[in-house]
T-cell receptor
Framework: KNQVEQSPQSLIILEGKNCTLQ??????????LRWYKQDTGRGPVSLTI?????NTKSNGRYTATLDADTKQSSLHITASQLSDSASYIC???????????FGTGTRLKVLA | DAGVIQSPRHEVTEMGQEVTLRCKLI?????LFWYRQTMMRGLELLIY????????DSGMPEDRFSAKMPNASFSTLKIQPSEPRDSAVYFC????????????FGPGTRLTVL
């Protein structure tokens, strides 16, 4: 069964600290993996998209990694800011029919 | 570019009524996605189009839901008749191509069915 699991469910960190969010998937055949940031009351915003051959992709202070062998991805946030407080959603799509399977998200709270 | 535009932003209706949600794609984009988001189920893909053609509608919950793209820049999602369990935030997103391109989301329509 195609599934995407994210951990932790929620996370609280202090401003300036780093954090890492996890995404494990069982989607097959794999096409790509996306990380989205969603602020409260707004639509998701794409952070990164990675295909099978990509191990790391950065977008400013956000760095995503992908291990296609273990079917794991992580999103690392460096020097967190208050504006990083949001939900982070991992989405994996399968090739061919482009099915999109969504994780339930990690809710991050950055405190001053 | 103004980005993806959705209307209305909020809709409150009574059970049994028809609801139509609207979405305008970013100019030049060829793919359109409709999503639904609730606290219980998170973000779900309902249907997506490529070049005005529906590609996958397996996420549409039941026959009460229908989506159309009457032209390359505009789409509607219709619920008839609406039910309280349809209450959710509905997003549409567009992208240049359907496969690995970035999807740009609209601000969403918050639907409440009483």
């Amino acid at each position: 069964k195609n599934q995407v699991e994210q951990s932790p469910q929620s996370l609280i960190i202090l401003e300036g600290k780093n954090c890492t969010l996890q995404c494990n998937y069982t989607v097959s055949p794999f096409s790509n993996l996306r990380w989205y940031k969603q602020d409260t009351g707004r639509g998701p915003v794409s952070l990164t998209i990675m295909t099978f051959s990509e191990n790391t992709k950065s977008n400013g202070r956000y760095t995503a990694t992908l291990d296609a062998d273990t079917k794991q991805s992580s999103l690392h946030i460096t020097a967190s800011q208050l504006s990083d407080s949001a939900s982070y959603i991992c989405v994996v799509s399968s090739s061919g029919t482009y099915k999109y399977i969504f994780g339930t998200g990690t809710r991050l709270k950055v405190l001053a | 570019d103004a980005g993806v535009i959705q209307s209305p932003r909020h809709e409150v209706t009574e059970m049994g009524q028809e609801v139509t949600l609207r979405c305008k794609l970013i100019s030049g984009h060829n793919s359109l996605f409709w999503y639904r988001q609730t606290m219980m189920r998170g973000l779900e893909l309902l249907i997506y189009f490529n070049n005005n053609v529906p590609i996958d509608d397996s996420g549409m919950p039941e026959d009460r839901f229908s989506a159309k793209m009457p032209n390359a820049s505009f789409s509607t999602l219709k619920i008839q008749p609406s039910e309280p369990r349809d209450s959710a935030v509905y997003f549409c997103a567009s992208s240049l191509v359907v496969s690995t391109d970035t999807q740009y989301f609209g601000p969403g329509t918050r639907l409440t069915v009483l």
